[in-house]
């Protein structure tokens, strides 16, 4: 079992399990989507504080790292009591067990839709880290019968984060003006977004019986 899994007694009223987003996705291979919880704080400290260079430009929440311990493991459990609530979930990458980066399922544009976020550990850059990651995630996604569409949003300036959804087929569907929230970022939010019919022509199921 997860540690800290066994935690139902702190269903906050009006949230079910139904209600949760996944928390432990087997990819291909050796690759895992997991949940982070509290005991995970140092391994995630490691894969922050050694990818920090290429995570400064583009991810907000750089800004508040070095972290320590104490802080990242009450910063987990925030993220726990979202997830247990029926809010995002927050996930480590794991590729035979390390670290590898970073992901989550986030409920922040409205109803029937999720957005998926990423980061990669400095390590393991362009070996289709984050693409994997994104394939399992939107397939997550799609397994709960609520979500209409799946989208991802970059600045501008993120050509690197571009990549991903070019390459799952999600369609670039508008670029708004957003806050500058990290330092490289340009202020214009690309959106890209992936319907739940295109994911379905993409991935057609075989007829019951077949
Ligand atoms: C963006 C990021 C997550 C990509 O992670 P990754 O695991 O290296 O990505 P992938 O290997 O799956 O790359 C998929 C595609 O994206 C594009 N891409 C990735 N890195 C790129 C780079 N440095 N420059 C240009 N294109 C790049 C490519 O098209 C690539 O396909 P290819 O390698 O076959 O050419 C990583 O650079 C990162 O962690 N950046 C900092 C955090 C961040 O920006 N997160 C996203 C916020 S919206």
Avoid at 49 to 66: D, G, T
Avoid at 149 to 169: Q, R, T, Y
């Amino acid at each position: 079992m997860l540690p800290g899994a066994n935690e139902t007694q702190r269903i906050p009223y009006g949230s079910s399990v139904a209600d949760r987003l996944p928390e432990l996705i087997h990819g291909p291979g050796a690759l895992v989507l997991r949940r982070w919880v509290r005991v995970d704080a140092e391994i995630l400290g490691e894969a922050v504080m050694e990818s920090i260079e290429h995570l400064r430009p583009w991810m907000p929440w750089a800004a508040h790292e070095p972290l320590s311990v104490v802080e990242r493991r009450a910063l987990i459990g925030e993220w726990e009591r979202h997830w247990l609530a029926g809010g995002d979930v927050v996930m480590g990458i794991f590729v035979n067990g390390s670290a590898a980066g970073g992901c989550g399922l986030h409920h922040r544009i409205g109803h029937g839709g999720l957005e998926i976020g990423y980061w990669t550990r400095s390590s393991l850059l362009r070996c289709g880290i984050a693409t994997s990651a994104a394939r399992l995630l939107t397939e997550a996604a799609f397994a709960r019968a609520d979500i209409t569409h799946v989208e991802i949003h970059h600045d501008k300036a993120n050509a690197a984060s571009a990549g991903i959804p070019a390459k799952l087929g999600f369609e670039l569907i508008r670029e708004v003006r957003d806050r500058r929230d990290a330092p490289s970022e340009l202020g214009l939010s690309c959106e890209w977004q992936l319907t739940r019919e295109h994911w379905d022509r993409l991935h057609p199921r075989p007829p019951p019986g077949a």
